[in-house]
């Protein structure tokens, strides 16, 4: 303890004796005479060290031990989560890669299952793509076509002028499950 | 501020005495082991900090502008930092015992849980924060592990939770034990060891011989061969050369003609394979949290098989593919069985956790090649989700190895992504078995029997 | 199976948190009705800190309700509300940030009753206690409270609490 603690410290225990016996005992009071000027003094100084406390404790925060979360396993993924990341992304650093990665992904499994449903070559499949006729969901088949199919009715066209989410997302979302249709479909 | 445990009356082993604290308890020095000591740590929260600002806003205000009552409220704020000035760290006692429902039950079971603290201490225990150390891999799946209460010397509290068994021996952890007095000022931590185990093992059944049929049409059991020699069925006859057993010569023959022949019977060759779980970091997939993984559902697999396999007269081995080594030779017999049976159930290789440590393929690769027997077949257990496993399996095909590929689909439908992984799977699977490679693939909540056993019917069609 | 459990204050302190400052309020405003909005606001602040789980909050609840017992105290409230009162604030504060640290270190799904109602009781106990010590006192020493004395006894306070830090 430092020399100035024990000096407040030492002031604090005198000051508080004092103060008990002036209370219980008035008479001795008599001896002391405070001033106007003292008494603001002393309010004002306990004001401003309240002050000093409360600012702080407002740099101080409370300190807990912290408890494990034992009752939950391990977060294991699921196949595909990476894809779902990646079109969930709007903006960030990264955003041009992996709108890319979704593009590249879907076209890799679409012509996949052009080839194994149509049992066809895989330049067949990509014309296929292309041209929008591998699939009847006319948005699916947009996503690689870039614009809808003529086949499309007028509904889906006003629709996907009118949406608010973005094309991409919404031609890419389609363009999966029309994909994963396609194996569906083709192996009951 | 270390004290140790000591086993109590020493009536169970899953019973833990303990007692921390500054100087209450002395070390005892009979305790068991050091994994059995008690780590306490005692600290300040500092929650009432800033409290005496109450007595000096209202003792100043109250004097500046002449209030007595708000004076009278400096006292309140004096009497609180004293409260919490006042506060030391606890000195706990504390005896915990833990029940479990069933301490080996069988994967997938309910197992109730019930903990017990008792207060051996003299003193009052106001505030006693309670965390089970419910081991890692296992779900709690009603009733919460965590338990708040407040204990007179002597008194106990017990709270009670379930959780669901997986496959593994699973060690609880130390009861965490986070203890304040009545202000809350000073906080003291123990981590209470204690010995429980829950061990599940699988129950090894085999699948029945129409589900194996899927992996010995072109495999394995008794290969029959169309060689004559020494066996049970008969296949031929032949002139008798010197050296022959007497037990195969034709004696019926003899009698009849007086010839001498031997008797030849259809060779049998018990064959040798190897179960190739996939153990990777890649392979630990589910669809949902509620299910299990594709790894669990790859062991659960692989012990139906693997008696089987063993039943039929094979020899069997196992081998992880994955960054930890698990290497079991082909064998037959029961010890054989039993080393197998542990092996699953306790193998680092196969633990139900996803494995952190890296895989280098090259390497695993060589070390496979150089330990699988030449005429092993191989049965790979593999969720199949990414080209790597692919390119595995038509690795060791390559290297003249019969490969069946039996396929748990983690997959899910939920959301775009996760179909596209599923048409992903699918493609892959087509590539493979377009590459000569048998691929039995066993949907979500399908059992390893039922997938077997239809796709042993289509192929032997 | 979640990933992560809820680790929000528990209810039960809650609503005594929240039960202990409609009291002070209702007294408080009784006498002084400029001590209402105040009381009005803590309740706010409390719904805040059980819901959220935001210390800070609770912080607030016990600063507005002990706002509202300074007003009540300037505009003359009898000494025992006035005492009470501030009682009452540190009480709600102090059961609000209880609740967070269980919360925080149990969870809201955990039983935790039984050292609420401990923690709560010492509280409250201690409250009362120092509420009417300090009024009998008052009472006892009556008209010829010397302003010296009062100083001194400041001036120890400020003294102390220095050394202390609390």
């Not at chain 2, 009849?256 to 022949?261: Q, Y």
């Not at chain 2, 019969?402 to 596209?420: A, E, I, K, N, Q």
């Not at chain 3, 020493?141 to 050394?163: N, Y």
Request: with cysteine; proline share 5%; aromatic share 6%.
């Amino acid at each position: 303890m430092s020399r100035l603690r024990r000096l407040a410290v030492a002031i604090g225990l005198v000051a508080a004796g004092t103060g008990f016996v002036f209370l219980l005992a008035p008479t001795y009071a008599g001896y002391v005479d405070v001033s106007e000027g003292f008494v603001i003094l002393v309010g004002i100084v306990a004001l401003l060290q309240g002050l000093r406390v409360v600012s702080r404790r407002r740099g101080s925060s409370v300190v807990e031990f912290e408890t494990p979360d034992p009752e939950t396993r391990q977060t294991l993924p699921t196949p595909g989560d990476g894809f779902d990341d990646d079109l969930a992304m709007r903006r960030g650093r990264h955003w041009a890669a992996r709108r890319e990665r979704v593009s590249k992904r879907l076209e890799a499994a679409a012509v996949d299952a052009v080839t194994y449903v149509e049992d066809c070559s895989e330049a067949t499949a990509r014309e296929a793509l292309d041209a929008g006729t591998w699939t009847d969901d006319p948005v699916a088949a947009a996503f690689f076509a870039d614009s809808l199919p003529q086949s499309a009715s007028l509904w889906t066209k006003v629709r996907e002028t009118v949406s608010l989410r973005p094309r991409f997302d919404r031609r890419a979302k389609r363009a999966a499950r029309a994909v994963a249709a396609l194996y569906e479909v083709t192996e009951e | 501020m270390t004290a140790s445990a000591s086993t109590g009356s020493g009536s169970a082993d899953a019973d833990a005495d303990v007692a921390v604290g500054d100087g209450a308890a002395t070390p005892d020095p009979t305790a068991e082991s050091t994994d059995r000591t008690v780590e306490t740590t005692t600290r300040e929260t500092r929650r009432w900090r800033g409290i005496s600002a109450v007595a000096l806003v209202a003792g100043g205000a109250g004097i500046v502008l002449r209030y007595p009552s708000l004076f009278l409220v400096g006292v309140i704020g004096v009497a609180y930092a004293a409260y919490a000035r006042a506060a030391t760290g606890l000195s706990m006692s504390l005896a915990v015992e833990r029940t479990l429902s069933d301490p080996a039950p069988d994967p997938g079971d309910e197992v109730e849980v019930s903990v017990t603290v008792r207060n051996e201490g003299e003193s009052t225990l106001p505030d006693l924060r309670l965390v089970d150390g419910v081991p890692d891999p296992i779900a709690v799946t009603d009733g919460v592990p965590r338990h708040g209460t407040s204990l007179r010397a002597g008194e106990s509290a017990t709270f009670e939770y379930a959780v669901t068994a997986g496959r593994g021996v699973h060690e609880f952890d130390r009861l965490l034990v986070v203890g304040r007095g009545m202000s809350g000022a000073v906080e003291t931590r123990a981590r209470v060891p204690t010995a429980d185990v829950l061990r599940c093992e699988s129950p090894f059944e085999p699948v029945s011989d129409v589900a194996l049929r899927a992996l010995t049409t072109r495999h394995a059991g008794r290969v029959e061969t169309d060689d004559g020699g020494e066996g049970v069925e008969f296949h031929s006859t032949r002139e008798y050369r010197p050296g022959d057993a007497i037990s195969r010569i034709d004696w019926n023959r003899h009698a009849r003609t007086g010839e001498l022949a031997t008797l030849r019977f259809r060779q049998e060759r018990s064959a040798t394979v190897v179960l190739l779980l996939d153990v990777r970091e890649e392979a630990y997939l589910r669809p949902d949290e509620d299910r299990p993984h594709a790894v669990d559902r790859s062991v659960e697999a692989a012990t139906a098989v693997f008696p089987a396999l063993l039943d039929a007269g094979n020899r069997v081995g196992i081998a992880a593919f994955g960054p930890t080594e698990a290497w079991l030779p082909p064998g037959l017999g029961t010890d054989h069985r039993a080393r197998a049976r542990s092996l699953f159930s306790s193998h680092d290789a196969f633990s139900p956790e996803a494995p952190e440590a890296d895989f280098y393929f090259n390497v695993r690769m060589r070390r496979l090649r150089k330990r699988l027997p030449e005429d092993a077949q191989v049965v790979l257990f593999s969720p199949l989700c990414d080209d790597q496993v692919a390119r595995f399996a038509r690795l060791v095909d390559a290297h003249g190895h019969l490969v069946t590929t039996v396929s748990p689909d983690p997959t899910g439908d939920d959301t775009p992504g996760h179909r596209l992984a599923g048409a992903e799977r699918a493609a892959r699977i087509t590539a493979l078995r377009g590459a000569g490679i048998r691929v039995v693939d066993v949907p979500a909540e399908t059992s390893t029997e039922a997938a077997l056993a239809s796709t042993g019917k289509r192929w032997s069609r | 199976m979640t990933d992560e459990i809820p680790r929000l204050p528990s209810l039960h302190s809650g609503v005594v948190a929240a039960a202990t400052v409609s009291v002070v309020t209702l007294a408080l405003g009784f006498y002084a009705a400029i001590a209402v909005p105040f009381g009005v606001l803590a309740l706010c602040a409390a719904a805040v800190a059980v819901g959220r789980g935001w210390r800070r909050a609770a912080v607030w609840a016990g600063i507005l309700l002990f706002g509202g017992v300074v007003a009540a105290a300037v505009e003359n409230a009898p000494t025992l509300v006035v005492l009470v009162g501030a009682g009452g604030a540190v009480v709600v504060w102090d059961l609000l940030d209880n609740a967070i640290g269980l919360g925080e270190q149990l969870g809201r799904e955990a039983d935790t009753r039984r050292t609420e109602v401990v923690h709560a009781a010492g509280s409250v106990a201690l409250a009362f206690a120092v509420s009417a010590g300090s009024y009998g006192l008052y009472s006892v020493v009556g008209g010829g409270k010397p302003l010296s004395a009062l100083v001194f006894l400041l001036v120890a306070v400020v003294a102390l609490t220095s050394v202390l830090r609390t």
